[in-house]
């Protein structure tokens, strides 16, 4: 079954920008008709989404994180990427890759990755 | 885009039902039947419960069932039990192609 694998640095420095990779195996991002998103959980807070990206390269943000996200696609490779610039504490989270259904909802999600935003 | 509102922990006894709820606004959950529910264990992937308001996914248990009225939508869980301890969050399509997760509730069994 499809399954979903985040990765990237754990730490970023302060006004420096995020970047992280979700690598999809046990199937192609390219085979059906299904978004693919980034969502973030700050420590103690809830989920927030940031974003998805369809196979074209199509993508819809956050209004409120619109200025500094950019996702892209790399289909040779099933992965998908987030680059969030500028980077402050605020953006301290646990980030989860997941898999957007036509019936707008999240049903494969990655095990999340925590990135760390410190000097 | 705010958060949707959930209330921050509900607590049952093993067997009991318990519903959880979920408001937004009329841009959001009362515009459009695309709220989804999610179970996340600390440390774990979220887990998809609902979806389509009251839709479940092949594999989850009938226990959990999804309603909505006006800009609330609610999560019911009958018969509880201690693996359903776990933190909840809804979830709703807000239109242009952007979504607006709730803000979370904790679930304590008893």
């Known amino acids: 079954q499809v399954q979903l694998q985040e990765s990237g640095p754990g730490l970023v420095k302060p006004s420096q920008t995020l970047s992280l990779t979700c690598t999809v195996s046990?199937?192609?991002?390219?085979?059906?008709?299904?978004?693919w998103s980034w969502i973030r959980q700050p420590a103690g807070k809830g989920l927030e989404w940031i974003g998805r990206?369809?196979?074209?390269?199509?993508?819809k943000y956050n209004p409120s994180l619109k200025s500094r996200v950019t996702i892209s696609v790399d289909t040779s490779k099933n992965q998908f990427s987030l680059r969030l610039s500028s980077v402050t504490a605020a953006d301290t989270a646990v980030y989860y890759c997941a898999r957007l259904q036509m019936a707008d909802a999240f049903d494969i999600w990655g095990q999340g990755t925590k990135v760390t935003v410190s000097s | 885009q705010s958060a949707l509102t959930q209330p921050a922990s509900v607590s049952g006894s093993p067997g009991q039902s318990i519903t959880i709820s979920c408001t937004g606004t009329s841009s959001d959950v009362g515009s459009y039947n695309l709220v989804s529910w999610y179970q996340h264990h600390p440390g774990k992937a979220p887990k998809l419960m609902i979806y389509e308001v009251n839709k479940r996914p092949s594999g989850v248990s009938n226990r959990f069932s999804g309603s909505k009225s006006g800009n609330t939508a609610s999560l019911t869980i009958s018969g509880l039990q201690a693996e359903d301890e776990a933190d909840y969050y809804c979830c709703s399509y807000a239109g242009s192609s952007t979504y607006v997760f709730g803000t979370g509730t904790k679930v304590t069994v008893l």
């Open positions: 046990g199937g192609s991002m390219s085979s059906g008709p299904y978004y």
């Open positions: 990206i369809y196979t074209s390269g199509s993508t």
